[in-house]
């Protein structure tokens, strides 16, 4: 008939949020050798991005014992990472 009752997409998890930036500068040495130093920025922010609520990832409304509770993280890398390079091009 076409009406069901179930928990497909029935509530929403926490914001995900990720801002990556990069600054590169060019410093002429001579005629054709050129140096780039860059530095490249991961999550800048430091903002914790939080996994679904529930036990196995889904806001299931039948178990109470686990609806709403956030247990993990979405990623191991949550955290701040910074990476710096220089290159020599001649």
Known sequence: ????????????GPHYS??????????????R?????RT???NVFNHANFGLP???GTADITSPSTFGVISNT????????LQMSLRLDF
């Open 33 to 37: 050798v050129v140096m780039e130093f």
């Open 74 to 81: 979405v990623s191991s890398t949550s955290f701040r990472r």
């Open 54 to 56: 529930g036990a196995s």
């Open 40 to 42: 490249d920025a991961f």
């Open 1 to 12: 008939m076409g009406l069901q009752a179930g928990s497909r997409n029935n509530l929403r």
């Open 18 to 31: 990720n801002f990556d930036m990069g600054l590169g500068k060019h410093f002429p040495i001579r005629e």
